[in-house]
């Protein structure tokens, strides 16, 4: 599959579209602001020095200190491309020819480069893509490598201080027992003293998903996250709300995925049902949220807002559950349409004790959830 492009030489603006789509290919993360940026800096350095067009696409685009040397890599690539074509006007463009690598190989062995017209022929994985696309429109194979995306997060809240002491190198409190055993191995003096401080713990991490009808196109994609999480670490509960609450951290602890979510399906007896969203948290926070397993707690809550419920006992219980939680952050697949506004009665009802409210439509946006989950500044 190839998409073309064409790129005037010795022009800023056309080689900084066609080298980010390149670089987004590579799994680099490229904004369209940084394009916007890049644009505006080889504007005023040119791009007739590899140096200086070296230096203005690094500063603008490179996001992350480990992305360096895929940058360089495909920087190489593209300069050296460009400079075996033999010169041209500058008003005749540049054929560019952008490959997308589906991995197979292809069946015909047929070069997309194939022509009379000078052409530059790069590939990338269509991963960029799939982290991008919305889950409501992922087909099984999809799910099933988005699932092996979703497992390279890492969800780790902000640790919190533990009861328990450790050995301290600065001065805490005096740690009396290793005070006296290296006083004994120097003929009972104390030549060094020891001390102690508490240590540190990470935050349990508790994930409410809803799997009622309104949601059933993302459920089965956000089911894979909480798989990911749960079986990524040891601190996480899991539990599914619809028309009844079910816990399923057990069923999600193994690492196989589809045995699962086979496990899971089984237990869940209320999927693509209704939605009693303030009654399910009502039994979460009398049964186990509010007797210890939220308390000082990550709570996320993933569901679009739809309940057939009462507004005010969903209220009442979004309340009780932030007296004990550390926070609790709502992932809302709808969030992303444009011109959204939280006019649902559940969502309306809930927001006011929410501390985070993000996107939760595709593999990009669970990274940033991801990333909001483990700040350090909440």
Request: net charge positive; with cysteine; aromatic share 6%.
């Amino acid at each position: 599959m190839a998409e073309a492009a064409t790129a005037p030489r010795g022009t800023a603006d056309g080689l900084v579209v066609a080298f980010a789509r390149v670089l987004r290919g590579a799994g680099l993360d490229v904004p369209l602001d940084a394009v916007l940026a890049c644009n505006a800096a080889l504007g005023l350095t040119g791009v007739a020095d590899r140096a200086a067009t070296y230096w203005a696409m690094h500063a603008t685009l490179v996001r992350r200190h480990e992305d360096t040397p895929t940058f360089d890599r495909a920087f190489a690539a593209f300069w050296d491309a460009r400079d075996a074509e033999p010169p041209a006007p500058a008003e005749e463009p540049l054929a560019v020819t952008l490959a997308l690598d589906e991995g197979d190989g292809g069946e015909d062995g047929a070069d997309p480069a194939d022509g009379r017209e000078p052409t530059l022929s790069l590939r990338f994985s269509a991963v960029e893509q799939l982290r991008t696309k919305d889950f409501a429109r992922y087909d099984a194979h999809e799910l099933r490598e988005a699932q092996r995306m979703m497992r390279r997060l890492r969800l780790a809240g902000a640790p919190r201080r533990s009861m328990r002491l450790v050995p301290a190198r600065r001065r805490g409190r005096h740690d009396l027992r290793r005070t006296v055993r290296a006083a004994l191995r120097h003929g009972g003096e104390p030549v060094r003293r020891h001390w102690r401080e508490p240590g540190e713990r990470l935050r349990r991490l508790v994930l409410v998903l809803d799997v009622s009808g309104s949601m059933e196109p993302y459920a089965r994609a956000l089911l894979r996250f909480v798989h990911a999480a749960v079986s990524g670490r040891q601190k996480v509960e899991a539990f599914t709300l619809g028309t009844r609450l079910t816990r399923i951290t057990h069923e999600m602890a193994t690492r196989d995925p589809d045995r699962a979510l086979d496990r899971t399906a089984g237990q869940v007896r209320d999927w693509s049902g209704g939605t009693r969203l303030g009654e399910c948290l009502r039994r979460f926070n009398d049964e186990w949220g509010v007797r210890g397993m939220a308390r000082g707690a990550i709570v996320v809550v993933l569901s679009d807002g739809w309940d057939r419920g009462e507004p005010g006992l969903l209220a009442d219980q979004m309340r009780r559950l932030s007296r004990v939680a550390h926070r609790i952050v709502w992932v809302n697949p709808l969030k992303v349409t444009p011109g959204y506004a939280p006019l649902a009665r559940g969502m309306a009802a809930a927001l006011p004790w929410v501390d985070d409210f993000v996107e939760g439509h595709s593999v990009e946006a669970m990274e940033r959830l991801a990333a909001v989950i483990s700040r350090t500044d909440a």
